[in-house]
């Protein structure tokens, strides 16, 4: 259940990003032709407005579309971190954790950053000595998927932004 919901959370994701190029080619004067989805990520493809002739801001224009996509992510991390830190508050209380008996090996602002951090171990659910999740499954299966929309949303901005390799965003910044 928690592989389908972050597929499916991924697939949200990667929409919404390229969503964000061809919005941005729209708000130019372009339209959107259409959006492909496929196992390395998307693709949108979008034409450019047909009056601009200025070389400097045909490049402009282009800079802005592909500055677009990653910034959806800049909107949707701290999106699913709220969304994380609400639902690990609500937790705590319904299911009487604290810093003695705890449910996750961490909690708040703590959870965030670690979720956050796309070289380290992502946090997990304690369970009792019989095997039961101390918060219960169904309360452990969306923490980890609003775990992973945040960590998904912050991995994707390095690697669109950092890795400079067609097509990825990172090399059309760079040219």
């Not at 801001?57 to 999106?79: C, D, I, Q, Y």
């Not at 997990?124 to 039961?132: C, E, F, L, M």
């Amino acid at each position: 259940l928690v592989g389908c919901g972050s597929q499916a959370v991924l697939l949200v994701t990667i929409l919404c990003h390229e969503f964000g190029h061809g919005n941005m080619a729209r708000a130019l004067g372009g339209e959107i032709d259409h959006i492909l989805l496929w196992p390395f990520g998307g693709i949108c493809f979008s034409s450019r407005p047909r009056n601009v002739s200025d070389p400097a801001k045909l490049l402009r224009n282009e800079l802005w579309v592909v500055l677009a996509g990653p910034s959806t992510h800049l909107l949707m991390g701290p999106f699913w971190a709220l969304l994380l830190y609400g639902f690990d508050s609500l937790v705590q209380q319904q299911h009487e954790c604290s810093s003695a008996a705890p449910c996750t090996t961490c909690s708040g602002m703590a959870c965030i950053w670690r979720f956050a951090n796309p070289i380290g171990h992502a946090p997990t659910v304690y369970a009792d000595n019989s095997g039961k999740i101390l918060m219960g499954e169904a309360y452990a299966a969306l923490w980890r998927l609003l775990g992973t929309g945040l960590q998904l949303n912050v991995s994707l901005f390095l690697f669109n932004v950092l890795f400079p390799m067609y097509p990825a965003d990172g090399s059309k910044i760079l040219t």
